[in-house]
């Protein structure tokens, strides 16, 4: 399959992505079920300790690490068979089933995951927000995504869209403006962009495992279907 949601903001390649030339700073992951590989935000981490399998949210806890895709056919192999295969353990520690998983612990931890990348952006400047800074970015060549709130009119979405694919960028949609102005303590942000870089990346990466995994999220990435 080659949807449009795979296509990543750089180098850095989701699971399908097949060659890995040029200028990829990430190290590639393999995931345990399909043997796809990505870069380090495509995969979801877990880590095996004390006979007990932990989702690794963040990619920093300590101990062998195993990779699966942030997607539904994935998981649910991972449960079925390849955790105990990898790990000689059972995923009876990450919930229920699968689908607990995915609905207790796998999506409230992205979606907080993206909360911290956005404030992150923010302090360090990597996250544009409104309409001046990202077009001014856009301009100049220097954005690595747009970001729009989901709620944004049509015909900003319209917009922004084409902007994106014109630039051959990816546009986030994720999240309402009242999430953002929550978030940032100001109201009204619908626009928004990414500096290039590893928060881009993540925020990017964790973007699209929402919008396969929550049905109920207005969550859509769209992007330049040209190279
Ligand atoms: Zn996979």
């Known amino acids: 399959m080659t949807q449009p949601l795979d296509k990543?903001?750089?180098s850095s390649t989701p699971e399908h992505a097949s060659d890995a030339n040029s200028t990829s700073r990430s190290p590639k992951r393999r995931c345990i079920c399909c043997r796809g590989n990505g870069g380090k935000y495509a995969l979801l981490r877990f880590v095996v300790a004390e006979h007990a399998i932990y989702f690794d949210l963040r990619q920093k806890l300590p101990g062998r690490g195993f990779y699966v895709c942030a997607q539904k056919h994935c998981l649910?192999?991972?449960f079925a068979s390849a955790f105990r295969r990898v790990t000689k353990c059972g995923p009876q520690n990450l919930g229920d089933s699968c689908e607990a998983?995915?609905?207790d612990i796998l999506l409230p931890g992205l979606r907080k995951r993206a909360s911290e990348l956005l404030r992150a952006g923010m302090q360090s400047r990597q996250l544009l927000l409104g309409v001046e800074g990202v077009e001014l970015a856009a301009k100049n060549d220097t954005l690595g995504?747009?970001?729009?709130?989901t709620d944004a009119s049509a015909a900003t979405a319209q917009k922004y869209r084409a902007n994106a694919t014109r630039k051959g960028l990816p546009c986030i949609e994720l999240f309402d403006r009242t999430y953002y102005g929550r978030l940032f303590g100001k109201s009204?942000?619908?626009v928004l962009g990414w500096i290039p870089g590893t928060l881009c990346e993540e925020f990017y990466a964790i973007a699209a495992a929402i919008g396969r995994l929550d049905p109920t999220m207005n969550t859509c990435l769209t992007a330049s279907?040209?190279?």
């Open 101 to 103: 998983f995915v609905s």
């Open 225 to 227: 279907d040209k190279g």
């Open 188 to 190: 009204d942000k619908v």
């Open 8 to 10: 990543s903001p750089q």
């Open 145 to 149: 995504c747009y970001v729009l709130a």
């Open 76 to 78: 649910e192999k991972a």
